[in-house]
């Protein structure tokens, strides 16, 4: 009472008050996340009923069942309670071995490299770290392997990913920041499975601000033993980037150390931009950051550069930016956007993006359009990376075959 008296519309002692909000809104969020995963196993494995199934594998629905029999793959048997019912459920795992026997799961071809891509943008909340986390799952979806490196302390993509919570369920050695002030060889330990086969992430958590910090401090950055300040996340990269197709960086929004680390160990970016004003001046400062940093790297060509445009409201005035940039920035504009939809804050609301959906809540055919959006976006991205990774393969296998001639 005499608090509300004294600073009628502030408070006397903020410390006291954000702890007391810190306090409830982790009970909250702890509760909400148990309401929705569970807490021993965080996120169960994403499954997909027999027809999605059969159309992922690509083979018609006898061939699907025959393979099944014949390998001995069984789907996980889900009781539908309200139904009364008992149906066949498949994880990717399980799909992905039945791509395996119908020959029809993609290996990127020898000769080419794994893709390292900085999803990034100064400005917050533009839709980098749906685009990373969306990305990453649809990548595994397509069987291929991936990996999101979270590398904001806000720790968005860790919640969605993993269904921990960052600041209490991940330990301060677990993120990024041991890998980077102290031993690189420390990352293959903080890699974690997420419930899509094949999409592994590294989280994050308040504590990897302590890297913008310590980073630039010569005092404390461990440079004697371990080099120079920007080039740690590539060298902890290099150890683990074989195990991957793709590795996605989800960048916060900013240019600290660890932004300026992934611009260095990326070999493509990302960038997503809303089609409206602020978005775009905003984007157009960036590449003036983004311009210096190059200049000041020797000799840094980038695999694959492409703008999204995010969140698109689909109005008249979106509609005029987007022509706009389309008109300024040509190819490196991806064809399809992604639309503004409430479908990513309802499937948010659950700690999860879309492709975590399963039952939709609401509109069917909403969840259906926000759906085909998000897939078009991501498989330009992955059959860009695809021609990306031919092309390196012949352009290696030419190269092997002309240094023999030489021999
Ligand atoms: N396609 C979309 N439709 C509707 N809402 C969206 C869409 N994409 C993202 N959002 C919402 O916009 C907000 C910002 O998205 P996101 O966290 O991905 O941005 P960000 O660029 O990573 O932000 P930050 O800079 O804070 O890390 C979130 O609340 C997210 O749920
Ligand atoms: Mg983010």
């Not at 302590?210 to 080039?231: T, W």
């Amino acid at each position: 009472m005499l608090e509300r008296q004294i600073a009628p519309y502030g408070t006397e002692n903020p410390a006291e008050l954000m702890d007391s909000f810190y306090q409830i809104g982790t009970e909250m969020l702890l509760e909400l996340r148990n309401l929705v995963t569970s807490p021993e196993e965080r996120k169960q494995a994403r499954t997909w009923g027999a027809v999605d199934a059969t159309k992922m594998v690509g083979v018609s629905a006898p061939t699907f069942r025959k393979l099944q029999k014949e390998y001995n793959i069984p789907g996980i048997i889900i009781e539908e309670a309200e139904k009364n019912r008992k149906i066949k459920k498949y994880t990717l795992s399980a799909i992905n071995s039945l791509r395996e026997k119908a020959q029809t799961r993609y290996f990127r071809p020898e000769g080419s490299a794994p893709l390292i891509i900085a999803v990034t943008n100064l400005k917050g909340g533009v839709g980098k770290t749906e685009t990373a986390v969306d990305l990453g799952k649809k990548i595994a979806m397509e069987g291929m392997r991936s990996l999101l490196v979270d590398l904001d302390a806000q720790g968005t993509a860790t919640l969605v990913s993993s269904g921990r919570i960052p600041d209490l369920e991940i330990p301060y050695d677990k993120t990024i920041t041991n890998s980077l002030m102290n031993s690189p060889k420390n990352i293959e330990e903080i890699v974690l499975k997420t419930h899509f086969d094949g999409f592994d992430i590294i989280p994050a958590n308040l504590a990897i601000q302590d890297c913008d910090l310590m980073l630039p401090n010569d005092k404390v950055n461990n440079h004697e033993h371990l080099g120079s300040p920007f080039e740690r996340l590539k060298a902890a990269l290099e150890i683990i980037k074989n195990q991957y197709d793709v590795i996605i960086i989800d960048c916060g929004p900013n240019i600290g150390f660890l932004t300026l680390n992934s611009i260095i160990a990326c070999n493509g970016m990302i960038i997503p931009i809303p089609p409206s004003m602020y978005d775009y001046s905003s984007f157009v400062m960036y590449t003036a950051t983004l311009s210096n940093m190059f200049k000041n790297l020797p000799k840094k060509p980038l695999d694959y550069l492409r703008i999204i445009i995010s969140k698109h409201p689909g109005s008249n005035e979106a509609l005029q930016m987007e022509n706009m940039m389309r008109e300024q920035f040509g190819r490196y504009i991806l064809s399809n956007h992604m639309c503004e939809t409430v479908e990513v804050p309802k499937a948010a609301n659950e700690i999860g993006t879309i492709y975590d959906v399963t039952r939709p809540r609401g509109s069917r055919e909403a969840y259906r359009r926000a759906l085909q959006h998000l897939n078009d976006v991501n498989m330009e991205i992955i059959n860009n990376f695809k021609d990306i990774w031919r092309i390196q393969a012949e352009r290696n296998s030419q190269t092997e075959r002309s240094s023999k001639v030489e021999v």
